[in-house]
């Protein structure tokens, strides 16, 4: 099963705009998990930083994508990383 994904991923085309896609999937579906987290465990209420973990997710998967010579798609990862950065920067001070 493991070996199936790898290839499925690898035969992506190596396009910014995949790895963007990528990178903002990702931390949704880890800070949305956060976010459950932080409203059902009444000891987390404050830990806002639960979504910066979501955020860091992309460095391992960018980490991946260099790996296999996926350049493109690590670099919308990154874009998306610095987006989710920002985004979670605004939510903290407005």
């Known amino acids: 099963m493991l070996t199936i ?5 690898k035969r992506l085309n190596n396009s910014v705009w995949i790895g963007l896609g990528i990178g903002l ?3 949704a579906i880890f800070c949305s998990i956060a ?3 932080i409203h ?3 000891s987390l209420a404050k830990a806002d930083l639960l979504y910066i973990g979501g955020i860091a997710i992309n460095a391992y998967t960018m980490q991946y994508f ?4 996926k350049e493109n798609i690590g670099r919308g990862i990154l874009a998306a990383t610095f987006l989710c950065a920002f985004v979670f920067f605004a939510y903290k001070v407005f």
């Open 35 to 37: 976010w459950y987290i």
């Open 25 to 27: 999937l990702v931390p």
């Open 5 to 9: 994904m790898i290839d499925q991923l």
């Open 66 to 69: 260099f790996k296999y010579n």
């Open 40 to 42: 059902h465990v009444a």
